[in-house]
């Protein structure tokens, strides 16, 4: 728990080729991953809406006791309003390629959000930093390392990305431990400032490289 491919060129001459500027319904836009992933076998991580806004704005209220020792902004309730322009500010950030957030849920509740995914270009122009939340009824059931699983492999199949970073507490042993199973390795512990009422002072910096290819190298 932390603070959240280019399409195919086509022949322009082909009967049916997308025309310049246009893509094929379903394919990233360049410099930008999926709309959507499919991490494990009855779990859907979506591109963030405005349409999704009232049951975010649920999720997050019902799990507020959860998210506040980790997440600053889980400090008080955020209003329907305030979601819905979170949710229109995202959009632009998608698009724009500086921010790109997903938000999970269950096939067999697929208008129900379970969780939030994102990567944040904050950290540089050739790393992607991932932050995620789970709610706290979903909990230990690999939830949360499938959908990383999936977000870190489409953040490491951009083009200039090298590296994804997740950054955690060190109380957070959870994220920790999902980090861990992802083959994150840790880098460095730094001071941070106390922003949530869960966190020490400290900061731990996990990182996940692109393998360079090789004559063998399995993707």
């Known amino acids: ?46 591109r963030r809406s405005p349409a999704q806004a009232t049951a975010l704005n649920a999720a997050v209220r019902a799990n507020l006791e959860h998210l506040r020792p980790w997440m600053e902004w889980a400090a008080e309730a955020p209003t329907p309003a305030r979601t819905v322009a979170l949710a229109v500010a995202g959009v632009a950030a998608w698009d724009a390629g500086t921010d790109f957030i997903y938000l999970a849920a269950l096939d067999a509740e697929p208008d129900r959000v379970i969780g ?7 950290i540089g ?7 995620y939340w789970v709610s706290a009824e979903h909990g230990r059931r690999g939830i949360a390392t499938a959908a990383a699983r999936s977000v870190t492999a489409a953040a490491l ?6 590296r994804v970073e997740l ?6 042993t959870a994220s920790g431990a ?7 390795r840790l880098d460095r512990v730094v001071d941070a400032p106390v922003r949530a009422p869960g966190e020490t002072g400290r900061k731990q910096v996990w990182i996940r490289e692109r393998r360079p290819p090789g004559p063998c190298a399995v993707w």
């Open 178 to 184: 999902v980090a861990r199973r992802l083959g994150f």
């Open 125 to 131: 122009p050739d790393a992607l930093e991932i932050g």
């Open 167 to 172: 950054h955690c507490d060190p109380a957070n």
């Open 1 to 46: 728990m932390d603070h959240v491919m280019p399409p195919p060129r086509g022949d322009a001459s082909a009967p049916g080729a997308p025309s310049a500027g246009r893509r094929t319904p379903g394919t990233p836009a360049p410099g930008r991953p999926p709309e959507l992933l499919r991490p494990a076998e009855g779990i859907t991580l979506r």
């Open 116 to 122: 939030s995914f994102g990567l944040h270009r904050r």
């Open 157 to 162: 199949a951009l083009p200039g990305i090298r």
